[in-house]
């Protein structure tokens, strides 16, 4: 239904950058040492560390709406 939608609009735009920053860094390990590594990989870890701070208030929201 239309809360499959939804939630793939209000995903997806949150998985291009992690997508992007991803195949950099691969990219990075896998070719010459000219390829800069560090930034692409910090900013991996720098979106994995908000991810784990806004996820469980998103987790804690959705609960509590899901609960009224």
Do not use: M, Y
């Not at 939630?7 to 949150?14: H, R």
């Not at 990219?27 to 806004?54: E, N, R, Y």
């Amino acid at each position: 239904g239309r809360g499959g939608l939804i939630v793939a609009v209000i995903v997806v735009p949150f998985t291009i950058p992690v997508l992007i920053f991803g195949v950099s860094a691969a990219f990075a390990v896998s070719s010459a040492p000219a390829a800069p590594f560090l930034q692409p990989f910090l900013i991996l870890v720098a979106l994995t560390l908000i991810a784990g701070v806004v996820a469980p208030i998103a987790g804690a929201a959705a609960l509590r709406a899901a609960a009224e």
